[in-house]
């Protein structure tokens, strides 16, 4: 079964010509995804970049402990919080498309292995 746009989709009902792009199009959906990740992680990078630099020139933390103290909690705050729901989000994401890619791609070879059969 394939999961396309919602809906589930039993690949042994899915015609053999319609198997190409089907793959065609979950690699792009792949692709998209894969896309909105780096631009997540992009931004969870500017986070602890500033971070960074906030715990560097803040003459209040005396000690690595107030640091990590001072790391810590900036890892609690929402956007960074939001951005690590995302990561994972979109990274389930990708494993469930790359699932439906496979599948299709083994249908695609069952069929073509039982035409030249």
Do not use: H
Not at 26 to 52: F, G, M
Request: with cysteine; charged share 35%.
């Amino acid at each position: 079964m394939v999961t396309t746009k919602s809906k589930v989709v039993k690949t042994n009902s899915i015609a053999i010509e319609d198997l190409p792009s089907l793959i065609a199009n979950a690699e792009k959906k792949k692709l998209e995804l894969q896309r909105e990740l780096t631009a997540v992680l992009d931004v969870k990078a500017a986070i602890e970049r500033d971070v960074e630099k906030l715990i560097a020139f803040n003459t209040e933390l005396k000690n690595d402990s107030q640091r990590n103290a001072a790391r810590k909690a900036s890892q609690e705050g929402e956007d960074y919080r939001e951005c690590s729901l995302q990561i994972r989000e979109l990274e389930f994401k990708i494993l469930e498309v790359e699932i439906d890619i496979n599948e299709l791609k083994n249908t695609l070879k069952v069929r073509l292995a039982w035409l030249n059969g």
